[in-house]
């Protein structure tokens, strides 16, 4: 089964530093990946995703990510942060099995 | 298009009443799926289907019933509401082909007291 695990599960920080949050998976065989943002008492939306070619995925607000297969990892940045960006962020990965497994998700607080 | 939408968005149940929650997708999606959220726990999958007339278990399928009689609709009910069951439940729905890509309704938030 897949499984995905997220670390620093809390992180705050200030207005204009760098932000990145670590994102592990265990599944063996192609993969989907994406990274989800849930704004305060919103929804979940989606941030980006990978399902192949370049590794270096770019999505909406200056987000990106970086697929590496060899360390199983779909990692999530972002140079400079803004206030806006306070929100619990998801990673999910798709084993081809039409679910997704999600992480436990990372809280950002972003200080003006 | 509303995309997913679900209804109620707030309830509180007294423990042991029962009630059913409503998704509906406006995309002709064919999987839709239903998960809870808890605070440190993340998104937990309960029952999802995979096409009108189907439905399978997820992560966390005890307490819950799902139907979906008709492809727009997944309904999750609960039979007898327990306080364990205080949650924010999410329905998603995806095309089920390609990148298997989930959109996200707005949410309900159930109360068991």
């Known amino acids: 089964a897949q499984s995905v695990s997220q670390h620093n599960h809390h992180v705050i920080l200030s207005e204009a530093a760098s932000l990145e949050l670590g994102c592990n998976y265990s599944?063996?065989?192609?993969?989907?990946l994406f990274w989800y943002v849930q704004y305060p008492g919103q929804h979940l939306q989606l941030l980006l995703k990978?399902?192949?070619?370049?590794?270096l995925v770019k999505g909406i607000k200056g987000f990106e990510a970086e697929f590496i297969k060899s360390k199983f990892s779909f990692n999530l940045r972002k140079p400079s942060v803004q206030w806006s960006d306070t929100a619990e962020y998801f990673c999910?990965?798709?084993?081809?099995?039409?679910?997704?497994?999600f992480g436990k998700g990372n809280q950002v607080v972003v200080i003006p | 298009n509303a995309g997913v939408t679900q209804t109620p968005k707030f309830r509180v149940l007294k423990t042991g009443q029962s009630m059913t929650l409503l998704c509906a997708q406006d995309?002709?999606?064919?999987?839709m799926y239903w998960y809870r959220q808890d605070p440190g726990m993340g998104l937990r999958l309960i029952h999802y289907?995979?096409?009108?007339?189907?439905?399978a278990k997820g992560e966390v399928p005890d307490g819950y019933n799902v139907s979906r009689l008709k492809k727009q609709n997944f309904l999750l009910g609960l039979e007898s509401a327990a306080p364990s069951q205080t949650s924010v439940y999410f329905c998603?729905?995806?095309?089920?082909?390609?990148?298997?890509?989930?959109?996200f309704g707005p949410g309900t938030r159930l109360t068991v007291t």
């Open positions: 998603a729905s995806s095309t089920g082909t390609g990148v298997h890509e989930q959109y």
């Open positions: 599944y063996g065989g192609t993969v989907n």
């Open positions: 990978y399902f192949s070619g370049d590794p």
């Open positions: 999910a990965v798709n084993g081809g099995n039409n679910r997704l497994a």
């Open positions: 995309m002709n999606h064919e999987y």
């Open positions: 289907s995979v096409g009108e007339g189907t439905t």
